[in-house]
T-cell receptor, first 114, second 115 residues
């Protein structure tokens, strides 16, 4: 069964601090994504990647960096965390075929920036 | 800006009743429309999807309808069960851009099924 795991599951960070969220998938998928979820906004795409060592900007990339060191791992980095980045973050993976590929989501990381 | 809008924001139905969730979009290049179901504390999971070449797709108690002319889609759940209580997201993707469906999600509808 498809498996996407995220760590940590929750985190409290201070404003201006650095935060790294990690994602690992065992699906052998080429595509990986980072979304944030806010009440009333659904899920919004931050960054995605379709190959190791390469990342692409999504719809709301400002304030975030991403890193894809291997096919299995994808990290989201907040260099200077801000209050507005308090949200639930989801990682997902897909095989990227045919434009109708299913995205498999991890359980999410709840981030609180104080 | 590409947008996908959902209604209602929240909905309560009685066990055994029919749930109807709706979604509208603006961009006529969208051709793939999945619905994701999310339970509290979990990530979303694909429930059902439809392509713009179809007007209906059914999977058990779940049916999604697509109206290309009005740029609307809907999700119908018949014989709604308490276990269907979750947040439902519609999403849309433009024509294939290099292999992956780049999804634009709606705001979500929180469904509560009361027994």
């Amino acid at each position: 069964e498809a498996a996407v795991t995220q760590s940590p599951r929750s985190k409290v960070a201070v404003t201006g601090g650095k935060v790294t969220l990690s994602c690992h998938q065992t699906n052998n998928h080429d595509y990986m994504y980072w979304y944030r979820q806010d009440t009333g906004h659904g899920l919004r795409l931050i960054h995605y990647s379709y190959v190791a060592d390469s990342t692409e900007k999504g719809d709301i990339p400002d304030g975030y960096k991403a890193s894809r060191p291997s096919q299995e791992n994808f990290s989201l980095i907040l260099e200077l965390a801000s209050l507005s980045q308090t949200a639930v973050y989801f990682c997902a993976s897909s095989d990227g075929t045919g434009g109708q590929d299913t995205q498999y989501f991890g359980p999410g990381t709840r981030l609180l920036v104080l | 800006q590409q947008q996908v809008r959902q209604s209602p924001q929240s909905l309560t139905v009685w066990e055994g009743g029919t749930t109807v969730l709706t979604c509208s979009y603006e961009d006529s290049t969208f051709n793939y429309f999945p619905w994701y179901q999310q339970f509290p504390g979990e990530g979303p999971a694909l429930l059902i999807s439809i392509l713009s070449v179809s007007d209906k797709k059914e999977d058990g108690r779940f049916t999604t309808f697509f109206n290309k002319r009005e740029k609307k889609l809907s999700l119908h759940i018949i014989d709604s069960q308490p276990g269907d209580s979750a947040t439902y997201f519609c999403a849309a993707s433009p024509l294939n851009q290099g292999g992956s469906a780049k999804l634009i999600f709606g705001e979500g509808t929180k469904l509560t099924v009361s027994s």
